[in-house]
């Protein structure tokens, strides 16, 4: 068979595609020339063994050749498998040829860096010339940089860095009570997914979402990496933003709660209750002995929304007055009223 591209690799013939890109990323790190300086000659020898066995065994035609064949199958000495036959002018098939490509170009290629490691020399020899553009410089070749490439690129690589899809966003409504008392939420998707064979399929799954007593509209909750599974991209995160729902009695500012309550006139000089229920449950009876103008606001502290960092505070109730007047006063009534209000009890 000649070369043993799994040999060199140090994998066995039922090697997967992630024990190839283990194989290979642990190796081309080690064996790198500009990682061997005293010994570059050697290094670049085995480098680009490490490379073109990678190359074949990575690439499920070269490889089938390669596993009937041998190296010498690879290089155009007799056919390929029928299965990977092409046909000439004539019909009849043609050799399977096999061009070893540049180390540097595969190399480039798994990590995705166009030229990280700076000049490396006697390259040209193993294939054509490296790519310009270096970020780093030879003098500044460490085991630190070569430690930040290995975890850039992740196990399941695909060959280079993987690109992140841009985040869903999803409205989450919620009504003013699930933010005031908190509540968890389920939520129910459906997303693309890779089986273990690498295969799409479709899978759904239950998500809980905890909202925490105080949280305003706007705030985010992210499930990371919860969107579809595609090749070459890293699944986007699933972003779910807070949205409050309007309420029948309530309004929000803030952290306080504003009510707004119609009274009479009479009520407005003489004095009024106050009740409501509260977004917990809970009967409210306030009485009110201010006379209440138009303007009035009654506060009642700690009545308001919990304040998410300090969850035991809560802002304030603030209650507003919507005051009917009369829409017509008849002369008695208007002398009356005339007569209690420039009383010498009365003020003004």
């Known amino acids: ?42 290094a670049e020898a085995k480098f680009k063994q490490i490379s073109e066995a990678y190359d074949v065994l990575s690439d499920p035609q070269k490889r089938a050749v390669y596993d009937q064949y041998g190296e010498e199958g690879l290089k155009g000495q007799v056919p390929p498998p029928s299965a990977y036959a092409s046909t000439s002018d004539g019909g009849g098939p043609t050799m399977f040829r096999f061009n070893p490509r540049n180390p540097d170009d595969i190399f480039s290629e798994f990590f995705g860096f166009s030229s990280p490691f700076g000049g490396m020399g006697g390259m040209g020899d193993m294939g054509g010339p490296r790519s310009a553009g270096s970020s780093f410089s030879r003098g500044m070749f460490s085991d630190d940089i070569f430690a930040s490439f290995r975890s850039a690129t992740s196990e399941g690589s695909s060959g280079s860095v993987p690109r992140k899809a841009a985040a869903i966003e999803r409205t989450l ?64 995160d699933l972003v779910f933003i807070v949205d409050e729902k309007p309420h029948s009695v309530f309004k929000r500012d803030g952290n306080d709660l504003v009510i707004t309550q119609k009274i009479s006139l009479v009520e407005a000089l003489t004095g ?68 209690l209000l420039t009383s010498p009890g009365a003020s003004t």
């Open 173 to 236: 409504p919620c009504s003013l009570e699930d933010l005031y008392k908190g509540t968890t939420k389920k939520m129910k998707i459906s997303r693309d997914v890779n089986d273990a064979n690498g295969r799409p399929t479709t899978m759904e799954e239950i998500l809980s979402i905890e909202i925490r007593p105080g949280w305003k509209k706007g705030t985010k909750i992210t499930f990371p990496e919860k969107g579809n599974e595609q090749r070459g991209f890293i699944p986007s």
């Open 272 to 339: 009024y209750t106050a009740q409501m229920t509260t977004l917990d449950g809970r009967s409210l009876a306030i009485p009110i002995n201010s006379i209440i103008s138009p303007t009035y606001e009654e506060v009642i502290k700690g009545e308001g929304m919990p304040i998410p960092k300090e969850p035991s505070k809560k802002g304030n109730l603030r209650i507003k007055f919507n005051i009917k007047f009369p829409t017509k006063l008849t002369s008695e009534q208007k002398t009356g009223i005339k007569r």
């Open 1 to 42: 068979m000649g070369v043993d591209y799994y040999k060199i690799l140090q994998v066995d013939r039922n090697a997967k595609e992630d024990d190839l890109k283990r194989a290979y990323r642990k190796l081309a790190m080690k064996w790198h020339p500009d990682k061997n300086p005293n010994n570059k000659k050697d």
